[in-house]
């Protein structure tokens, strides 16, 4: 046989053992070089090509050579140099399993080395306005600064990498880890930063496999010194982006590069991500960022007067500080609010003004809305445990109430059909949306079905 009807019975078992996806991913793109003597080259179209497939597929690949060649088959990988390497760089796969690189500074070297990404310019897509400067330091945040401007100082070589901060709506964390971008970019304008959210991350892997650009869609981010992930919680029941990730993630560890990752749950209460993913966000220091005090509170509120150039009174702050209290977002928001209904109304900016409008304001504010909290009101209203609610049980009134508990997870969140899925049963988006759909029809139809709704909203509000 020549090397093509090798690779061919090679591609065949391989074909048999892996998932359609990976074969078209990771073995369609190859084509055989040559085979002399027991060693059969194949062509790959970059450098991490050899890397994944080692890491993934080696036992696979190792069975399906031996059987076509022989007991003392032998693999090389031919990674052209137009694709990145310096000259025709190629990795030996030898009879003892072992991967040793060949390059035409190191022919002797038995170790393997991971390639290094060629460097390529990148955006960080960073606001500038989010710096350590104008961040507020509190009993609420200290830890998770201090982290911050030591990652700064020294990005990948220190005790905080990965850093995984993890807080609730509007505690400051993606102000944060922008605050670390900047003073890194600061401090090393020649490193390569990028902040980027885990649903610009996800849409950006879809498009590349779409367009079988997953090779290029690799080097971008395994390109970077220092990568920022926003909201990860968002990578739930996306299997192929956890994947991407996870070899992205693994790929800058070992070459010493720095990872900040922001989330609203610590990775103990994540659902739905990878068991080897949650094990290597506490590789480094997870850290919480939870609601500010009244002093801290203060503090934000006179920086905000002050970058908006404006004098509030203390007494007008202190009031503000005093009546609201759940998060830094809301905090600032109140602020900018009667500052803007001063000058609307063409009143002066009094304590009575500032009673009158942050009343309003906070009676009319509600707070955030978790999906545990739907879930433990249909179960308080139906009087019925979280595990009946979230078991298989197809019995009628555990049907209903799963589906009301989308239908209210759908409504008063922004949570994605995947993430409601995950938390109510592993359920998948297409049940979510078949039961947001089935509970809609039934509130235009029948008049009692509203009444329940309304009287579990009610639930919500008053526990919250």
């Excluded at 085979?35 to 090509?49: A, D, K, M, Q, R």
């Excluded at 890194?184 to 079988?212: G, P």
């Excluded at 209290?325 to 109304?345: M, P």
């Amino acid at each position: 046989m020549n090397h093509i009807e090798v690779w061919k019975k090679c591609l065949a078992i391989i074909r048999d053992n892996v998932n359609p996806g990976s074969f078209r991913t990771w073995f369609e793109p190859i084509e055989a070089k040559e085979l002399l003597e027991g060693v059969l080259t194949i062509s790959v179209p970059s450098e991490y090509f050899p890397e994944y497939i080692e890491e993934h597929f080696i036992d696979t690949l190792s069975m399906a050579l031996r059987e076509v060649i022989g007991p003392k088959a032998r693999l090389v990988y031919d990674v052209p140099a137009s694709k990145g390497n310096n000259g025709a760089g190629v990795i030996v796969k030898s009879d003892s399993d072992t991967v040793m690189p060949k390059s035409s500074k190191d022919k002797d070297n038995g170790g393997y080395t991971l390639p290094q990404a060629r460097k390529i310019s990148i955006d960080p897509n960073l606001n500038y306005n989010y710096s350590f400067d104008n961040f507020v330091e509190g009993d609420c945040n200290r830890l998770a600064r201090a982290a911050g401007v030591e990652i700064s100082k020294n990005p990948g070589h220190n005790a905080f990498n990965p850093l995984f901060i993890y807080g609730g709506p509007g505690m400051g964390k993606t102000h944060l880890i922008q605050a670390v971008g900047i003073a890194v970019k600061e401090k090393y304008q020649d490193k390569t930063v990028l902040y980027v959210t885990a649903s610009r991350f996800q849409t950006h892997y879809v498009d590349s496999v779409i367009s079988n650009k997953l090779t290029e869609f690799l080097h971008y981010y395994q390109s970077t010194d220092v990568l920022i992930i926003d909201d990860v919680q968002e990578f739930a029941q996306k299997q192929g982006t956890q994947k991407a990730f996870f070899q992205i993630f693994n790929y800058l560890h070992q070459l010493g590069k720095q990872l900040v990752l922001s989330c609203d749950k610590a990775p103990s209460e994540l659902k739905g991500l990878e068991q080897r993913l949650l094990s290597r966000f506490k590789w480094g220091l997870t850290t919480e960022l939870t609601a500010p005090d009244f002093k801290t509170r203060v503090a934000i509120l006179k920086m905000k007067a002050a970058k908006e150039g404006l004098e509030v009174d203390d007494s007008i702050i202190n009031y503000i500080a005093q009546n609201v209290t759940s998060n830094v977002r809301e905090l600032e928001g109140t602020l900018i609010s009667l500052i803007a209904n001063s000058k609307l109304t063409d009143k002066e900016l009094t304590l009575d003004l500032a009673r009158e409008s942050i009343d309003r304001i906070v009676s009319n504010t509600r707070h955030e809305v978790t999906l545990d909290n739907i879930q433990d009101a249909v179960c308080d209203y139906f009087d019925i445990t979280r595990d009946k609610l979230i078991s298989k049980s197809r019995k009628r009134d555990i049907v209903q109430a799963r589906q009301i508990a989308m239908y209210l997870c759908r409504s008063l969140t922004s949570s994605s059909l995947d993430l409601i899925g995950t938390h109510l049963g592993g359920k998948d988006h297409a049940t979510v949306l078949y039961a947001c759909k089935t509970i809609g029809d039934l509130l235009t139809t029948d008049r009692s079905f509203k009444q329940y709704i309304s009287d579990i909203e009610k639930i919500i509000y008053s526990n919250i």
